[in-house]
């Protein structure tokens, strides 16, 4: 039940630093130390590269995971959109494990390559917040995501339980690689769990945001290098498909390349620098689509802020950034849409769980 917020999309938001705290919970032996199936484990290592397949939100949640599986466990990861792998998979690799990420656990897209690598005899996890869902039955092994239900449209707390998890599992295989982590994702994710909440307590700083650059624009632009990039594409597709502005998630640098040609006088461009080596880049592409008159919005992170910055996020570990910088990214979306009287949980030519291909 929605109790007393006015949508589940907002109820949701607010759970995000529960869901960390309860992840972590759920993920920790009686020790307090992470673990994961250790079956799980073994097919990570057996895998010389990793396919992670998914739609939508859970695909940008993916392109993330990639970095968190290379940069800790060492292993090679290609992420890839469920609906076309299908009929256009690349060259395999002798060993490759396929990591299904779902919240619904439903997606037709995804749930047809599962039958197709099955049947060529491949190994799967799904990483699913429905326990008993098709994806989940239909893999060799599950990861449960422990969001609670998530009931509006758009996905948001099941964005960052799939994050939490992936880097979770990343750091699992690393461990039982020799490799050491030069931190504690325990105590990190602690950290994350208390900056969403500071976010959280923020709204009035997005809902203004959301006011002064998206009340009334026909469109807007996301931008960031790495990370901050992927963590663009979901801020794109959130503001689209609840506020049906026409927005677009870019690489800082690749913006130059033809796109530019659409900044106007007044576009928003909302980009997120939480990267301290591509820090002064993503300003210096800032400074070129402002010298064409775009409006500006910098969503930057305590230590790496600069004069005229719009919100300085709190500072947690570098790898683990897009587990709080999609919540400015979710709740401008969630204002921009009330100011424009959409209907947020439920958005025009959308369906929670897509069962058609
Ligand atoms: C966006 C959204 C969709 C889903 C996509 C995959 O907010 O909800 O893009 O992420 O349809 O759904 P699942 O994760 O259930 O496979």
Redesign the pocket.
Known sequence: EKGTYPHYMLKEIDEQPLVMRKIVQNYQDENGALEVDSDIVKAMNNADRIYII??????HAGLVGKQFIEKLAEIPVEVHISSEFGYNMPLLSQKPLFVF???????AD?RQVLVQVKEMGHKALTI??VAGST?SREADYTLLLHAGPEIA????K??TAQLAVLAILADVTAKSRGINAEFDLVQELGIVANAMEVLCDAKEDFESIAREYLAVTRNCFFIGRGIDFYVGLEGA??LK?ISYIQAEGFAGGELKHGTIALIEEGTPVIAIATQDFVNLSIRGNVKEVAARGANPCIISMEGLEMDGDRFVIPEVNSLLTPLISVIPMQLISYYAALHRDCDVDKPRN?A???TVE
């Open positions: 998914a739609a939508g939100t859970s695909y990420i779902s919240q619904s656990g439903e997606t995804s699913t917040n994806l449209v758009a996905s948001t099941a964005y597709l959130k498909e959308l929670k769980s897509v």
